[in-house]
């Protein structure tokens, strides 16, 4: 049973702890779920459905390369070679094998942020929602994602991503003088936090513009080889945070190729890449405007001008914010995937 927590409502406030809206999700937007719940246990979850041994962990990428007929060649820093027909790049932000497509740095937009896990072995004290919290330039917020743990994040305007810092208890200060005057329940969260678990990101994201963008599949001009490549997540659209769909999107994405990959494999080598193109069309339709309506979120989210600041504590959010509308980015439906028989 995958640990989670149901929310029910979302609260926005400003950063001297006056709240400027209030929602209920089944009266905004009803039949609308949101469950919140620690990536770690996600992860381990759909990990504890793989057969014993299917996942090497710590296996950094060394390089890839194609290797003729035979295959794909992955060289992992342990010395250890992996020769593949299908290799599937979900390695995240800096992905290597994104790089060896073609595929440029993801850009930085302006905004870092600190993330962490407040712990409570009694028990957190929580209420079941969503809390946003904004400022000038920076903003927080927080919710529970199981019985004794509350996530929580900061974000923050910087010009650049800034020196990279080591030192846990100096990244836990950081982040609390950041906030050192807001609402007293984000401080205690983040003080209940462990140190080596506060970590500070600069957030980052990579646009799919159309013909400009390498294809998200690759395969060996050898035209015996079967070997082909596709990145999926983050290693193809890294998104900013500011929608909460950067891993949804990698699920679905993992849904989608599965689904098309699964009935090409048994066929021929331009099966397997024709299955991947339609992967790469239908996720692209989806990713694309996701990415970029995440950014622009991040963009108004974080104001500075304290005349704008204003009209959004007094007008935008209390008047004109819907949470129906703001939702439908959450909505994707797809066909239940079909366990294929072992030989």
Known sequence: MLEHISVCRLVMRSQDGRELRSFRFEDEAPGQEVRAVERRVLLETLAGKLP?????????????????????????????????????????????????????????????????????????????????????????????????KVYWFICFNSQSPGPRTTDPSAL???????????????????????????????????????????????????????????????????????????????LEDAVVLAGKLAPALTGSRGAVVAALGEYAQERWARVFPLTARASLVGSLLQWEDPIVCAFRNEVMIPRLVRLGPFLEHTNFECELLEPIASN
């Open 52 to 148: 014993p041994n299917t996942i090497s962990f710590s296996s950094r990428l060394r390089s890839i390369a194609w290797q003729g007929k035979d295959g794909t060649l992955l060289e992992l820093d342990d010395g250890r070679q992996v020769l593949a027909k299908i290799v599937i790049g979900c390695d995240g932000v800096n992905s290597p094998i994104a790089k060896w497509m073609g595929f440029p740095e993801p850009k930085y937009v302006g905004h870092c942020a600190f993330r962490g896990l407040g712990q409570y072995p009694e028990g957190q004290p929580y209420e079941s929602k969503v809390n946003y919290i904004y400022g000038r330039g920076l903003r927080a917020g927080f919710v529970p994602v199981s019985p004794t």
């Open 172 to 250: 836990k200060k950081e982040a609390l003088d950041l906030v050192q005057t807001w609402p007293q329940e984000l401080l205690d969260i983040m003080r209940n936090t462990p140190d080596d678990t506060v970590v500070k990101t600069p957030l980052v994201d990579r646009w799919l513009w159309p013909g400009l963008s390498p294809p998200p599949v690759a395969a060996a001009l050898n035209g015996s080889s079967s070997a082909v490549a596709v990145v999926v997540g983050d290693a193809w659209h890294p998104m900013t945070p500011n929608l909460g769909q950067g891993a949804c999107c990698a």
